[in-house]
């Protein structure tokens, strides 16, 4: 159990650019989550996966924001026409249906916007 | 809707003292409860939950937490802090009898831990 996973650790980008980070779970976990944090603030919930279906997207997430987990493996978050705001920490963390109240994290992908 | 409200953006405590953090929450439902510490530059790892049963529950590292539903507490404490204790905790709730377990989290509280 090598942990889920984060790639890549930093991304420092340019406003308006497109941006993709990838998660990797646990190998049999079929539950994937990704949060936002932002400085000083505690993570926020931004989409929830069951295996391969997107199941809840929250309002953060808006219409540049978009994120596939195809095969119910690992997952991506793209951000298109990223802006200043953007610029935050991006964590994955997944977890078992039959330890369904345990979330693992990843070590998140910080997204710095120029 | 359900939120989280840590008391304290930072505590400072002296090695050997008593580490108290302190989380109180809302919930339209039973909760589940959460304790995550987070290091520099690294994800959150989990200290400890409550999901149902006992209500005074024990986590990695020496913390323990007590749910206590007439006060809407879930306080963390530690009888003696480390140095290694140094680090961001977060309280987080989720709802019980939902689908998904997504975790809404307090602001969070940096602990620090003096020589």
């Known amino acids: 159990d090598t942990g889920v996973s984060q790639n890549p650790r930093h991304k420092i980008t340019k406003r308006g650019q497109n941006v993709t980070f990838r998660c990797d779970p646990i190998s049999e976990h079929n539950r994937l989550y990704w949060y936002r944090q932002t400085l000083g603030q505690g993570p926020e919930f931004l989409t929830y996966?069951?295996?391969?279906?997107?199941?809840?997207k929250s309002r953060l997430l808006s219409d540049r924001f978009s994120a596939e987990r195809p095969k119910g493996s690992f997952s991506t978050l793209e951000i298109q026409r990223t802006e200043q705001g953007d610029s935050a920490m991006y964590l994955c963390?997944?977890?078992?249906?039959?330890?369904?109240?345990?979330?693992?994290f990843g070590p998140g992908t910080r997204l710095t916007v120029t | 809707a359900q939120s989280v409200t840590q008391l304290g953006s930072h505590v400072s405590v002296s090695e050997g003292a008593l580490v108290l953090l302190r989380c109180n929450y809302s919930s339209s439902v039973p909760p589940y409860l959460f304790w995550y510490v987070q290091y520099p530059n690294q994800g959150l790892q989990l200290l400890l939950k409550?999901?149902?049963?006992?209500?005074l529950v024990k986590g990695i590292n020496g913390f323990e937490a007590e749910f206590k539903k007439s006060e809407t507490s879930f306080h963390l404490t530690k009888p003696s802090a480390h140095m290694s204790d140094a680090a961001e905790y977060f309280c987080a709730v989720s709802e019980s009898g939902g689908s998904n377990y997504k975790l809404t989290f307090g602001k969070g509280t940096l602990l620090t831990v003096n020589p």
């Open positions: 409550y999901t149902t049963g006992a209500t």
């Open positions: 996966f069951q295996n391969e279906a997107q199941l809840e």
């Open positions: 963390a997944s977890s078992f249906s039959g330890d369904r109240y345990e979330q693992y």
